[in-house]
């Protein structure tokens, strides 16, 4: 079949004003909106457990449902059932709607349930114990049913108190932060530091109940009239929960000059709650995690191991925390000294590295720290309280985010305190300095110069941290009494890896979301098949070890990958300019959940979830100059100068956030709906432009590919979730799509000049040809893939078309449709899944031809690679492992989402 004839574009007197035509109201079809699709997937849908089980000792979990187009209106109810059809109580809303205001995504919240789970319009089941939200005190109590929180409005007090019944299991939860004004790089002298308390500016309920409720809070941290490190804390309440979840977010907006000694360094930063004690001190209990679901299990007071035996019944109850005898019942011989026994109050874990992990406690303040073992990777869970009540507390990923650090404190007095450090105090402060002095790159021409050497794109003053960010997760439980060794287990387990109930691929494929027919489920049928499948699960896997081996771990590190890797040295590039971080250049994020979204498993979920959790936080700016923009790949994620719209890409944080309904990424997606102001203050290419150009509010000069890809996904985010600024967003969407569809030579005109006011580009008088090979990869085909679906819009969809039809073919073939060729590209096995999509919209099989012809013989993986590692040991390396050197995450991207949509779009018609 030849192809679809290509449409006229339209002309600039036809388009003016245009956005004017579009009255869309989210809730009634629009004459422009596609036709509904079938609602092939709006019948009951089996929601599982990514690594199988239950909740186990969680407090809930949230899981967002696709639906087809038209298959739901937002007023409908949903009901759950186990696999023995007995109602579970849910609690659901919608966070997104297809164009005709029909439901696209609900999510929905559980307080329990094990096994699969079948989702299905209906009545919800209402929970035995409720959650409730109570504003009437100058609090915010939230009632689990069997825990109560006080969360204050004001103050540096976040949670007043956490009460079981009539007892107080915990109180004044607050943040701590320790800041070093100086850092010591040798023994010169004495280390200062301040302490900073999180005072509380807004406070706010976001959701209460029946199932679910969520607070969240917001603040600086404060010592008398400075305010600095913001942060935002979210706690998330379920029914019939004993536990609640933190999820602690601080943005860095500290000063540390490169150089420079003096600084906002921080020395500390934690989470603490005090627990109270009234249980006599044989009574009260230490539980400390280690590797695996190891534990340390002590008591305040010992009786075990003494040179007196109070008896076997009495050392196997203490051990196992439960209420001892009337010491009256014991041998009289340990009954009588018993106040000989040392009391142990303080205990700290601190986990400084991946690798290890000490353990260590004193009686109290002012006496020797006794060493209690060490390992490797500690849990990050512990308990302190007694028979009558106490605190298990767990912070995730605590060895992946070294250092951190549990501490217990005066555990023998009337009132223990818990902290849990994020940034460890004896760690080294968190130096985030610049890693070189500029080499004399002063001006322009000499960091291009630098950048053909290390591929570091530097400018002075570009390499700073103030307004990154980094979002962590804790978990709280308010015990009765002190667990057991089962229950123990399981809530080490929540905190290791957090239950997430999953929607099944075949949901996700057959609701058309994220590019209608982009993935599929994979299929081993045919030998060809098979062999990308295994080259697809082999370039995973060989990651996922490298994070390992390699130790790709840290606070600000974890979740990122390695860009380029050196042959010689037997290790990525990890201090070579911008071949290190990868800071999701070429879009690792798509691969990994288009992986995921085809697959189900687990393994990819948890490697994608930690990559969106940094990307979008450590590599973004979120406040300054630059707030909305990302920064490219480098040996530090804030270091190259090139801030841009395609590190901030929205694209990246979707799946995440319509997968689980995480309120901090639709934060940091909302927050990109006006980065189009950021043109005004940075010009991308500002470093190779040739012609003259200012920043103008009214022309500002954006790409139609990294950069509009950018922005597109914000706003198309922001307008099918609805949010706060839904309509300008559409606004922005239907104008730029018509504008860029009006322009010469529509895609391949490259760019455009942008008016914020009114969100149009305007339209060029000359044709022009300005292709690059990253245009398109960075979330471009996959976000045209979903506006051509949603938006009827003949013009944008021909003109993206023939973008695909054209980057891949001959220059002779580019030359006669736009008078001259689009110059030396590369990256055409990753273009071959334009080719693909452009094949079956337009029916082309020639086009279908050369995408397969692209993907197997042009640039990128060949059939002809190893497809295998190579083990690797001392002396060629720092540890043992294995390396791949042919693997780069440039390729590695591209083969994937290319093996993905082609095996989806034309897994008939391989060769």
Known sequence: ?????????????????????????????????????????????????LEGGGLGAAPGSTVGVPWPRGAYQEDQIFALTDADGTAVPVQSWPIAYWPDGSLKWTAHAVGSGNGKLTLRAGTPAAPEKKVTVDRSGGTIDVSTGVITARIATSGSTLVKSVTRGATEIARNGRLVLIRQPEFEDGDQGTVRTERFDGVLSTVRVEQEGPVRA????????????????????????????????MVHTITYDGTQRPGKASGDFVRGLGVRFTVPMRDASYDRHIRIGGDGTGLLREAVKGVTGLRRDPGAAVQAAQYEGKKLPDPATWDQRVTTRLQYIPEWGDYTLSQLSADGFTLRKRTRKGYGWIGAGGGRRASGFGYVGGVSGGLSFGLRDFWEKFPAQLDIRDAHTDAAEVTLWLWSPEAQPMDLRFYHDGMGQDTFPEQLEGLNITYEDYEPGFGTPHGIARTSELLFWANASTPGAETLAEQIEAVRVLPQLAAPPRQLIEAGVFGKGLFAEPDRSTPAKAKIEDHLDFLFTYYKDQVEMRRWYGFWDYGDIMHTYDTVRHQWRYDVGGYAWDNSELSPDLWLWYAYLRSGRADIFRFAEAMTRHTGEVDVYHLGTWA?????????????????????????????????????????????????ETFLVLDPIRKIRTEPYTPDRHALSIGFGTDWSGLVSAWLTEWE???????????????????????PNGFVQGSGLYDLDTGRFAVAAQPKVEVSHLSAVFGLNELCAELIDLVDMPEFTEAYLDYCRYFNATKAEQAARYGSNFGSLILFQGHSRLDAYAAVRSGDEKLARRAWDKFYNSDGYKESAPWRTEKLGGPLTLVPGSEAPWVSTNDTSLYGLAAIENLALLGDRMP
């Open 1 to 49: 079949m030849s192809p679809i004839p290509r449409r006229s574009l339209l002309k600039a007197a036809a388009v003016a004003g245009a956005a004017a035509q579009f009255s869309w109201a989210v809730g009634a079809q629009d004459a422009r909106a596609t036709p509904l699709a079938a609602p092939a997937g709006a019948g009951p849908v089996v929601l599982d457990w």
């Open 628 to 676: 909305g923009l990302g920064t490219r790949h480098g040996v530090q994620h804030w270091a190259d100068s090139a801030k841009q719209q395609r590190i901030a890409n929205t694209t990246y944080r979707r799946y995440y956030y319509f997968l689980t309904a995480d309120e901090r990424v639709g934060d940091l997606m909302h927050a990109n709906v006006d980065s189009d």
């Open 214 to 245: 969520v607070v969240r809070i917001d603040g600086k941290h404060r010592k008398g009239d400075r305010g600095w490190l913001p942060f935002s804390v979210r706690l998330y309440f379920y029914a019939g929960a004993d536990s609640f979840r």
């Open 721 to 743: 979730r609805k949010g706060p600024k839904w309509e300008k967003a559409r606004a922005r969407v239907l104008s730029t799509m018509e504008t860029i569809a009006a322009q």
